[in-house]
């Protein structure tokens, strides 16, 4: 998560606040989003019922279920605010998450069907036909994944896979 602002103070009596925007603050928030405020480190959810920027850094927000001054003083004001930090580099995956991709290893078609992960030696388990392979793990063989279509093209050095 990360900290977009800080609850400064009331703002009107039905638990409406102030909120000093940080710069970090998304240009495109959508109320549909929570923003949230730790409570004795737990991260709690708040939907907003309405936002409404004042200038650059601030903004007046009501919260669901914050219906009162007295409510709002003592659970908002003070506490600084955070989203969940989207995640953009979507690029990373576990070799575990190639199980069940369709190997291609020259013209031939089989199956990961197992990763056996190992410091010295990590391993793919594929099936091609009826047979078992046991191929390492390593950048150098694989040419390409295809996360789309659910397939990886291998490039294996000769007599590594003897069918």
């Known amino acids: 998560m990360i900290a977009v602002g800080r ?20 240009d495109d928030f959508q109320m549909k989003e929570p923003l949230f405020v730790r409570v004795d480190e737990l991260a709690v959810p708040l939907f907003c019922s309405s936002f409404e920027r004042r200038g650059q850094a601030g903004a007046v927000v009501h919260f669901d279920d914050i219906d009162t001054e007295r409510r709002a003083e003592e659970f908002l004001v003070g506490r600084e605010i955070f989203i969940v930090e989207e995640d ?64 990886i093209k291998f490039i294996l050095p000769e007599g590594l896979l003897e069918l």
């Open 88 to 151: 953009e580099d979507d690029d990373e995956f576990y070799m575990e998450d190639l199980i069940g991709f369709t190997a291609i290893v020259g013209k031939r078609r089989g199956e990961v069907t197992d990763y056996y992960d190992s410091e010295a030696n990590p391993l793919f388990e594929i099936k091609i036909g009826d047979k078992e392979h046991l191929i390492p793990a390593q950048e150098e063989f694989i040419a390409h994944i295809d996360f789309d279509k659910r397939a």
């Open 7 to 26: 609850i400064g103070r009331l703002f009107g009596t039905d638990g409406g606040v102030m909120i000093t925007l940080y710069t970090t603050f998304p």
